[in-house]
């Protein structure tokens, strides 16, 4: 069965960090490309970055530069997204989802596999 799973979500305050985790199962998460995406209440869901199979990253979010970071952990058949200096506008259901192009791409429709996502507060 294909799943991908996400926890490390949380409440934090303005300036802490959070790191989530996108586990995979029934598939390898190296071959595909890896995106995070997360959705505010009342808006559209939106890019975040990605990492590719080829270990490409790529920011989809400009407000999340110098911030958020991606990696991968292919002994855990996971990926991580560490989050530092979290804003309030960072409050949003995070999810990964996995693309089997092998690429990454910040449009919702190009990935097979999603996650159920966890909310992320950041608020004091």
């Known amino acids: 069965q294909v799943q991908l799973v996400e926890s490390g979500g949380g409440l934090v305050q303005p300036g802490g960090s959070l790191r989530l985790s996108c586990a995979a199962s029934g598939f390898t998460l190296d071959y595909y490309g890896i995106g995070w995406f997360r959705q505010a209440p009342g808006k559209e869901r939106e890019g975040v970055l990605c990492i590719s199979s080829s270990d490409g990253i790529t920011y989809y979010a400009d407000s999340v530069k110098g911030r958020f970071t991606i990696s991968r952990d292919s002994a855990k058949n996971t990926v991580y997204l560490q989050m530092n200096s979290l804003k309030p506008e960072d409050t949003a259901v995070y999810y990964c989802?996995?693309?089997?192009?092998?690429?990454?791409?910040?449009?919702?429709?190009?990935?097979?596999?999603w996650g159920q996502g966890t909310q992320v507060t950041v608020s004091s």
């Open positions: 989802a996995a693309d089997a192009s092998s690429f990454c791409s910040g449009y919702v429709h190009t990935y097979d596999y």
